[in-house]
C-alpha cells in the first residue's frame, strides 16, 4: 500500500463515499482525508508525494461518484472549516459551511446573501462552480477566497483570478479552497428572512426537494454571459428541451427525471451510478435528436465504472 504522510486529521483507507453523495452512489476512495485544520492541510499536501492525486469534495450535493470509486486522496473538510464571522458587510465564511446556512446568519445581521439560501451544498463548492439564484451570483458578492494548493501553500485568490464563468472558475488544479469572503448589501433582517421564505415556498412548488436528487442535471443549453447572468435575448431552460424530447419522468433501473422538475436526475431507491449516469445520457441524446442541442451536464461525474 502506498504511504501516505501522518496527518493530525481523520485518514481513512478504501472509504465507501456512497453515503457521502445526496445521490446515495458511489464506490470507495483509495484514501478519504478529512483535515482538523488549514495548516494540517496544507503541511499534509506539502509531503504527499506529487504523482498521487488529490479530489476536493464538498458535501457531495452535486456529484456522481463513479460505482468503482476514485483512484485518489478524496479530501472532505469538516468542522474546522464550517466557522462563519460578519463584519459590516462583509461575511467570511469556512468552506464547508452551508450555504443556506451562510445566507441565514448573513440575514440576522442585516446582510443579503439571501442567494445562497437555496443553493445545495457548502461554499467551497459554491466559489468553484459560482453558483447563482434569482438573478445573483457568487461571481457577484466575492471579495476574496482562500485556497491550499497541491504544493501546500496557503494562497489568496481574488474575482480575477478566478475567472468566473457560468457555473465555472479557474481555480488552479488540485487545490482546495479553505474560506471565502463574500460583500452584501444591508437590509433589515426580518424582510430577509421573509424573502427567503418566500424562495423556500417557490422552490418547494416547483422542484423535488423530497426526492434524493443533485439539484439541476444539466446547465442551461445556451445564452448567458461570462458573469453568469442570463441573456435577456437567449435565454433557454434545460428542462424545457428536455420535456420537448419527451424525457419528463423517463427512468433507468433505480433512476429518474423526476416527474415534478425534468431537469432533476433523481435515486427512486437502489439506483446505481451508472444507472443515473446512463439516464443522463439518454436524456442528453434524445435531447439533441429532437432539438440539435447539446446539454451539458451540471452535475460534476468522478471515478472509475464498476470493475475498473
Not at 457521502?20 to 452512489?25: F, K, P
Not at 494548493?149 to 479557474?170: H, K, S, V
Not at 418566500?198 to 442535471?217: F, H, I, V, Y
Not at 435531447?287 to 460534476?300: A, F, K, N, P, R
Request: with cysteine.
Amino acid at each position: 500500500m502506498t504511504h501516505l504522510p501522518t496527518p493530525r486529521g481523520r485518514l481513512t483507507p478504501n472509504r465507501d463515499l456512497s453515503d457521502l453523495t445526496w445521490l446515495r452512489v458511489g464506490g470507495p476512495a483509495d484514501w478519504l482525508f478529512q483535515p482538523a485544520d488549514a495548516q494540517d492541510l496544507a503541511q499534509f499536501l506539502a509531503a504527499l508525494d506529487p504523482a498521487i492525486p488529490v479530489f476536493p469534495m464538498g458535501v457531495g450535493s452535486n456529484l456522481i461518484v463513479r460505482d468503482g470509486g476514485i483512484r485518489a486522496v478524496v479530501i472532505r473538510l469538516g468542522r474546522g472549516f464550517n466557522g462563519i464571522e460578519i463584519d459590516g458587510e462583509t461575511v467570511t465564511a469556512g468552506a464547508a459551511a452551508l450555504d443556506a446556512h451562510v445566507a441565514r446568519k448573513a440575514a440576522d445581521a442585516g446582510v443579503d446573501l439571501t442567494f445562497l439560501r437555496t443553493i445545495p451544498g457548502s461554499i467551497g463548492g459554491a466559489v468553484r462552480m459560482n453558483a447563482g439564484c434569482y438573478g445573483s451570483y457568487v461571481a457577484d458578492h466575492l471579495v476574496s477566497a482562500r485556497a491550499v494548493t497541491r504544493a501546500g501553500e496557503i494562497i489568496t485568490l481574488r474575482p480575477a483570478d478566478l475567472n468566473f464563468r457560468y457555473r465555472q472558475t479557474d481555480l488552479p488544479d488540485g487545490a482546495v479552497l479553505i474560506e471565502a469572503t463574500l460583500q452584501g448589501a444591508r437590509a433589515p433582517a426580518e424582510g430577509l428572512h421573509a424573502r427567503m421564505q418566500d424562495q423556500l415556498r417557490k422552490r418547494d412548488e416547483t422542484q423535488p426537494t423530497r426526492d434524493r436528487s443533485a439539484g439541476s442535471t444539466f446547465r442551461n443549453p445556451a445564452g448567458f454571459s461570462s458573469t453568469g447572468r442570463a441573456d435577456d435575448v437567449h435565454d433557454l431552460k434545460a428542462w424545457k428541451v428536455i420535456d420537448q424530447a419527451g424525457m419528463r419522468g423517463a427512468r433507468r433501473g433505480g433512476a429518474q427525471m423526476s416527474e415534478k422538475h425534468s431537469n432533476f436526475l433523481i435515486n427512486t431507491g437502489g439506483a446505481t451510478a451508472a444507472d443515473l449516469e446512463g439516464l443522463g445520457e439518454e436524456v442528453r441524446k434524445k435531447v439533441y435528436d429532437s432539438s440539435g442541442i447539446t446539454l451539458e451536464w451540471e452535475i460534476m461525474r468522478v471515478g472509475k465504472p464498476a470493475g475498473e
